[in-house]
């Protein structure tokens, strides 16, 4: 879900040759579309593999029946050096403080703006200074365009980069931690508020004219925590792209094995759409360029975003809030769903979804930023992520076919109670 770095376009040769279409019912299915679609090798955002992906699956939802659209947009890939870039210019604005003090200060101010705003996706700054790549995302029309409601699923079909931060040693890390504290202590999290948050008010203090050994003592300590965050986004933007099965090609398929479902049993209701997107490991630059582009077709009240990340691990969650920096809760109705299907599955003997809150930027934070109802749904192990999460074995032999399944079972459920929402909203 955290973002990655395109390579270079080129036509991977070894790419799978594809085959017929793949129903998605059956856990198998789910399994075999898993891993066409991690034969797309290096799909990082806005990369040639990335639009293949994108344009084979656009075919399967038109063989499947459903209307498919390709639409075009462009995403900065490169978020590792954005987020480099952001650190070195507070580190950058800390030295110069020394002599200018108010300089520097604007200089770490400007950092600290850009990249608040950046990890929000709500307006671009530094990213801005760095290239472009096309990029798409599938859109899949629902055929209720008149029904009170819409639910859209969404998926994101590129993969990540790895890097020294991912992979076994940070799933080790989280699980020695209690919920609350993986929230807090979330990479972006410790990154912005102790090193550019930590870094202005001892600068101000110097525009004010205090100079004390003791505050240059103080002021290295956030400066070594940018510094290290510097190298750190140099090493992803530098490593391998992941197979990435589980983030997100098992979202992709749990995404569409849910519209295969209501396909062939319809709600009355809901306008079900299907939205595949590219570029959200980038930080959600493809759900963004949608939001954007279709902001007139899309009632806020009447609108409800399904987002399905990483869904073949362990057991179901659903998030009760997410963000990188500050954490914005999702839909207090699409919460309390969740929390009865939980509960009605613990009475009946099974192991309930549970609640999450993520420390992440997924798909579902630029939807709720715009007024949006959104929930992400997810396969983890009590709120750990695998240990193979944005690493080079992220691969199909790690599949668990039963998380997948339900997981979709799960996004069923949760649309048809969506269904009854409606229908009593309607006075029916």
Known sequence: ??????????????????????????????????????????????????????????????????????????????????????????????????????????????AAVSLYLDLNSRFYILRRLFFRRASQNVVSRGSLPEAPERVVLVAHVDAARTGYVFGARAERAARRLSPRARVLLGPMRILFWGGFAALLPILAARMFGLEATWLSVVQLLPTVLLVVALFLFLDIALSEIVPGAYDNASGVATALAVAAQLDREPPENLDVWVLLTGGEECQAEGMRSFLRAHRDDLDRASTVFLNLDSTSYGAVHYESSEGAVVSHPTDARLVQICEAISAADREAGAEGARAVRTPLVSDSIAALIRGYRAITIMGLDDGVPPPWYHAPDDAPDHLDPAAMAAATEFTIRLTRQLDRDADRAAGR
């Open 1 to 110: 879900m955290i973002g990655t770095i395109a390579p270079p376009c080129d036509d991977n040769p070894r790419d799978v040759e594809r085959k017929e279409t793949i129903q998605t019912g059956e856990p198998e299915d789910r399994v075999a579309l898993v891993r066409e679609l991690c034969g797309f090798v290096r799909r990082g955002p806005g990369t040639d593999s990335e639009r293949r992906a994108a344009n084979f699956l656009a075919e399967r939802l038109r063989r499947d029946g459903r209307r498919a659209e390709v639409e075009p947009t462009h995403v900065h890939p490169q978020y590792a050096l954005v987020h480099a870039l952001h650190a070195a210019l507070a580190v950058g604005g800390g030295v110069l403080a020394v002599s200018e003090p108010a300089v520097g200060f604007a200089l770490v101010l400007l």
